[in-house]
């Protein structure tokens, strides 16, 4: 069977013609699928959490009452026996005790502390700086010491002496309290029972516990009913046996709960009344504790979902890149595809224009030849008829 090339050609050269326009179409769609890859790989904003602050405690706000507490002199001034009762023979330079005093601020330092301006008993002692303390001490003067050796060797034993000196009290800042009647008193004996004395394990007798418990036991028993080196003791080793992490806060509420329950505090009740605060001040710590790993939470969570977030977007990036390189080539291929396809068009062009110009040949070679043809039969036809 016997093809026809004419129809062969114009087949290829549509079919060449569609694919053409398919390539191109093709390459079309893969530019604008690139540019849309190409914009998502530069979208790199992702959605992000506020993170939370961290928690901060709420300090206490300032207010004017503790700046006036820090101008007001010095209060409750009060002579703190060393042992009682005193045992065995006194001497004269022995310390009898030392003083203390409530104060906002530190109380001066030996000798600016305390300054003796009268009383029954105020030449009866000599000043010195008390060895744990560094304030005022008093010991015995050469006529005390003797009086009460005296008294003891003459049977009156235990032999109770009261003293009342007046004084004036000195804090740091040399805030000075009005003129102070303080009295105490004192048992000696000579036998050797054992000496309670009065201790304190911070070191000072003006340290912040033993002064605010100082303070509490001066508060609860103002009467004196009470033996106050025992009530000051149980005071002090209540505040001490209450185990928290930062003491100075945990006085400085003790004392400020004191002050709004003072009317409700008595000497009987006071070691209830630290017994609560310690309560409360721990549930107050664990409660700030729970409030401060609920926000660390928050935070954790908020930073967890925003990391995500951050890898998502990475991820989305990554695949746009991917997708915008697979386009670039698909549009390679397209062009590449279309630019054969075109250099096959030219070719059957020149083909057919080949096959025009042959055929046009042909033409004119039959045309000529049948030309000859009638001129050769005319001559013959012409000489018949002359014979």
Not at 13 to 33: P, W
Not at 92 to 104: K, P, Y
Not at 132 to 139: D, I, K, N, V
Request: aromatic fraction near 8%; proline fraction near 4%.
């Amino acid at each position: 069977m016997r093809i026809d090339n004419a129809l062969f050609l114009r087949i290829a050269r549509n079919i060449q013609f569609v694919l053409a326009g398919a390539a191109l179409l093709a390459a079309g769609v893969a530019i604008a699928a690139t540019l849309f890859h190409q914009a998502n790989a530069l979208n790199t904003t992702y959605d992000t959490e506020a993170v939370p602050p961290p928690y901060e405690t709420k300090g206490i706000s300032l207010n004017a009452d503790i700046v006036r507490r820090r101008l007001r002199p010095p209060s409750s001034v009060s002579f703190i026996p060393t042992r009682n009762p005193v045992s065995g023979t006194v001497e004269e330079g022995d310390f009898l005790g030392a003083f203390a005093m409530e104060t906002a601020n530190k109380p001066a330092s030996f000798p600016d502390d305390i300054r003796i301006i009268g009383g029954k008993d105020g030449n009866s002692f000599e000043r010195r700086e008390y060895p744990s303390s560094g304030q005022t001490g008093l010991t015995y003067t050469a006529e005390l010491a003797e009086e009460i050796n005296a008294a003891i060797a003459a049977g009156t034993d235990p032999y109770r002496r009261s003293f009342e000196i007046t004084v004036l009290a000195y804090d740091e800042y040399k805030n000075r309290s009005a003129p102070t009647e303080v009295r105490f008193s004192t048992s000696f004996t000579a036998s050797a029972t054992p000496q309670r004395v009065v201790t304190n394990n911070q070191g000072s007798l003006a340290s912040p516990l033993w002064s605010l418990a100082y303070k509490l036991a001066v508060a609860v028993d103002a009467e004196g009913t009470r033996n106050r080196i025992d009530l000051l003791e149980q005071i002090e080793e209540q505040l001490k046996g209450c185990k928290v992490n930062d003491r100075q806060k945990y006085l400085d509420k003790t004392e400020e709960t004191f002050e709004v329950e003072k009317a409700s505090v008595t000497a009987d009740n006071v070691g209830a009344f630290l017994a609560g605060v310690c309560e409360a001040w721990k549930t107050a710590l664990k409660s700030e504790e729970a409030k401060r790993r609920a926000r660390q939470s928050e935070i954790n969570g908020a930073e967890a979902r925003n990391a995500r977030n951050a890898r998502e977007m990475q991820s989305r990036v990554a695949a746009a890149k991917l997708k915008r390189n697979a386009s670039a080539v698909f549009i390679a291929s397209s062009l590449f595809a279309f630019v054969v396809i075109v250099l096959v068009l030219a070719f059957l062009a020149l083909e057919n224009h080949s096959r025009s110009i042959r055929m046009a040949v042909v033409s004119m070679a039959k045309s000529e030849s049948k030309d000859r043809d009638h001129t050769f039969d005319d001559a013959n036809d012409g000489g018949e008829n002359a014979s």
